[in-house]
């Protein structure tokens, strides 16, 4: 990269009308602003971020903010398209053929990093893809993580994000590392924030000295594992694509000195080095004079206090833009937001419509001081559990207990509970099962249509609430009494009904007379035919019988969905879609 001075006097004379915009989020980064704080949150694990301090300090801070997930890429699924992950048609095609049509499932699609990608038709409803028709650049740099199928030549795996719309992924990581990952080439590399700067200004500079506007997802492989710190002694030239010619050139501070100053500590170290790419940045932005036009979302891409868990300690994230035009320095936002928003809020600050449905709203008029009079259902999803914000109550919908990290689950008394609200006002930390006192029978059945309409895929239920939208910028977060509930005594993946009720009986499959008689996902996939599962296409928003495929051949079949709905000729066998090509 150029110079900062170099850069900045070749650029002087441009200036972009904007809207641009850089969505900066990191893996697994710890909550950092003291603001509304998620609860049992112990306090920042690090000296002072001051380029994180910096877009809150010029921005607003949101102090409800979601994850639509608790887990990386169902997450970020979300960010990239605006629409919950469990609407992916890879992971409703996955669950289909694993689970067909037992009771258990419900009809959920779930929702996993195994089952999350970008895949056919997907590919085709991202915010990148809406942007780059309206004539934007669109960069993608640092970690992907949303297709299946490993790649190993790099330029293999550049060709797989531009299918989702980019056009200039640069830095990329397409999964998660492990010790001792190796490049086509045999270069052992790792965590390398100053290639991903370098490269993702270079391409910002690009679009600028051509006028173009930018649309930029810059995503941190760090501070997740492996160990960022001990990556910093790995070659600098060292990344993925292979062994660069010469080490990148950033405004970065060197990785000695980023390492002396978290006092060799890892978890500090990994964190500073986070936020010296984001300065570097920010730097880089205001030398090609565009800082005052770009839109900065600062998030997390789920909780850490409870990560995997749709608990507030999985679910809350840190969330702060800088944006001139509308955010006022040092403002906060109470209202409920997702991370399934920023794309419609994107949308409605560039003034574009994407083809497609998009589940978000926009946050916009929130930034300009107007929160809106209602608030909409934000749903968070991991595996078949599912739990819903909105006004002062969350409400879980488990189907099967999420039992990865047990030491989180210990801190909740009820979370085996198949059905859980909460009053976040007076008890923020999640301790008191209101689902078990027959007072709030009404709020439960109330929630729990907010729950079904999700399920359905009904989006224009699910976006007629009418609950106040209660501000809680003075909520009591983690100070209730902690009852007894049900403990952590098995592996047990099985949720318990409430006491003192029967338990409910297995769903009886509704039978018409053949699976185009129903009309909703959730009908569908819980009836049968012929001895098999009905399946829905969310395309064509029709249930068929897998008995009415016609025998094609297979070889024929260009995406994965066609593929594992065809039938082999002269066989019962379902053809199946491996290394991106259809086969028998």
């Known amino acids: 990269m150029l110079s900062k001075m170099l850069v900045a006097s070749l650029f002087a004379a441009v200036s972009s009308t904007g809207p641009n915009f850089m969505i900066f989020m990191a893996d697994d980064q710890q909550f950092y602003f003291d603001e509304s704080p998620p609860p049992k949150y112990s306090g920042r694990v690090v000296p002072e971020l001051t380029g994180m301090k910096r877009v809150r300090d010029e921005g607003a801070v949101f102090l409800r903010a979601y994850a639509s997930s608790v887990m990386c890429a169902p997450s970020r699924f979300s960010v990239l398209t605006g629409r919950y992950a469990s609407r992916g048609d890879y992971a409703i095609d996955l ?49 992907w993580h949303l297709n299946g199928d490993w790649e190993k030549d790099y330029p293999g795996i550049v060709s797989r994000v531009k299918e989702s719309g980019f056009t200039d992924p640069v830095a990329v990581y397409y999964e998660n590392m492990f010790e001792g990952n190796q490049a086509a080439d045999g270069t052992v590399y790792g965590h390398n924030l100053e290639w991903m700067v370098e490269s993702s200004l270079d391409a910002v500079q690009d679009a600028v000295g051509k006028s173009e506007k930018f649309y930029l997802y810059f995503a941190p492989t760090a501070p997740h594992s492996p160990s960022p710190y001990d990556d910093m002694f790995l070659d600098e ?129 929130d930034l300009q001081g107007v929160p809106s009079a209602t608030t909409v259902p934000k749903f968070i999803e991991l595996g078949m ?27 909740y008394p009820y979370y085996n509970d198949c059905i859980q609200l909460y009053d976040l006002v007076t008890d923020g930390a999640e301790q008191i099962n209101l689902a078990r006192e027959a007072s709030y029978s009404e709020v439960v059945a109330q929630y729990q249509s907010y729950i079904t309409c999700h399920d ?129």
Request: aromatic share 4%; glycine share 6%.
């Open 237 to 365: 030239r060292a990344t993925p694509s292979g062994l660069l010619p010469r080490a990148p050139v950033t405004t970065m501070k060197s990785r000695a000195a980023i390492r002396a100053a978290g006092n060799d500590d890892p978890d500090i170290v990994s964190h500073l080095w986070v936020d010296e790419a984001l300065i570097a940045m920010i730097d880089g932005l205001e030398s090609l004079e565009v800082l005052s036009t770009t839109m900065i979302i600062l998030c997390m891409d789920h909780g850490m206090g409870a990560k995997s868990q749709i608990y507030e300690g999985g679910a809350r994230i840190l969330q702060a833009v800088r944006y001139p035009p509308l955010a006022v320095p040092g403002s906060v936002v109470s209202s409920v937001v997702s991370n399934v928003d920023i794309s419609a809020t994107i949308a409605d600050v560039a003034g574009v419509t994407p083809s497609y449905t998009v589940e978000g709203r926009s946050w916009k008029s």
């Open 456 to 584: 359905d895929d009904i989006d224009a239920a699910c976006r007629l609430s009418e609950i106040d939208n209660i501000q809680l910028a003075v909520a009591n977060f983690g100070n209730s009494e902690t009852q007894t509930g049900s403990k952590i005594t098995s592996e047990s993946e099985t949720c318990t009904p409430l006491p003192n009720s029967p338990p409910s009986p297995p769903p009886t499959p509704p039978q018409p007379s053949t699976c185009s008689d129903f009309t909703t996902r959730r009908e569908c996939t819980a009836a049968s035919c012929s001895g098999s599962a009905c399946e829905w296409d969310r395309g064509t928003g029709t249930c068929s019988c897998p008995d009415d495929n016609v025998p094609v051949d297979c070889t024929a079949l260009t995406t994965r969905r066609s593929c594992i709905a065809a039938t082999c000729p002269g066989t019962s066998a379902l053809c199946v879609w491996s290394n991106r090509a259809c086969s028998c």
């Open 95 to 143: 669950t289909q053929r694993q689970h067909g049509n037992d009771p258990v499932w419900d009809g959920r699609a779930a929702v996993s990093v195994p089952s999350t990608k970008l895949e056919d038709d997907d590919q085709h409803r991202t915010t990148a893809r809406t942007l780059q028709d309206a004539g934007y650049r669109t960069i993608m740099s640092g970690k």
């Open 385 to 411: 559990d599912r739990a819903v914000v909105a006004g002062r109550y969350k409400f879980f919908s488990l189907g099967v207990v999420n039992t990865k990290d047990k030491a989180a689950l210990g801190t």
